[in-house]
């Protein structure tokens, strides 16, 4: 069981980012209890982190490709690549 500091129970603001970083912190093992906890505290499944992980992935990549066109036409423009 972690050690959970007295009044940490109510969250306070930015308190997510602070369990985040201290979980990483940890070793393998830790890190995957801790994540595990915190699937069960948001009645999240692990299918359904898994999803979730698949889906921003997924946006982020078309985010990145996006950003890569406009960069491809923003040079062209620049250089007058088409004649």
Known sequence: ????????????????????????????RSFRDGLYTELVRRSVTPQQ??????????????GVAIAAVGAAIAVCS????GG
């Open 1 to 28: 069981m972690h050690n959970v500091p007295r009044g940490a129970e109510q969250d306070p603001p930015g308190s997510e980012h602070v369990r985040a970083l201290q979980i990483i912190c940890l070793d393998e």
């Open 49 to 62: 982190c898994a999803d979730m992980i698949r889906k921003q992935n997924q946006a982020i990549a078309a």
């Open 78 to 81: 620049n250089n007058n690549c």
